[in-house]
């Protein structure tokens, strides 16, 4: 069973930054795509960003310019920067790492809480 394990969230004030961990509980063979999402209360679940195995990066328009993911395989680790942050960023965020299949592994969550 393999967990993905995620640090970093907290309250912070608008224009302030926080970076996002997380790492597998143990080496993912095949992991292919690792990313985030978020989900605001009273929302539909959103990609925030993803990453690919060769560093190909892509992000939701919201937070592009903003936000910076990054990841390393062998460890099975991926972080998310978020520089910026605006209150509609407020939200859950979850990791995911996908393998061929595809399967998908999840983290439990973290909150992120943007203040006025």
């Known amino acids: 069973q393999v967990q993905l394990v995620e640090s970093g969230g907290g309250l912070v004030q608008a224009g302030g930054s926080l970076r996002l961990s997380c790492a597998a509980s143990?080496?993912?063979?095949?992991?292919?795509?690792m990313g985030w999402y978020r989900q605001a209360p009273g929302k539909q679940r959103e990609l925030v960003a993803t990453?690919?195995?060769?560093?190909?990066?892509n992000f939701l328009d919201s937070v592009r310019g903003r936000f910076t993911i990054s990841r390393d395989s062998a460890k099975s680790t991926v972080w998310l920067q978020m520089n910026s942050l605006k209150p509609e960023d407020t939200a859950v965020y979850y990791c995911?790492?996908?393998?061929?299949?595809?399967?998908?592994?999840w983290g439990q969550g973290t909150q992120v809480t943007v203040s006025s």
């Open positions: 143990r080496y993912i063979f095949g992991m292919s795509t």
């Open positions: 995911n790492a996908r393998v061929p299949g595809p399967v998908d592994y």
């Open positions: 990453i690919t195995n060769g560093g190909s990066t």
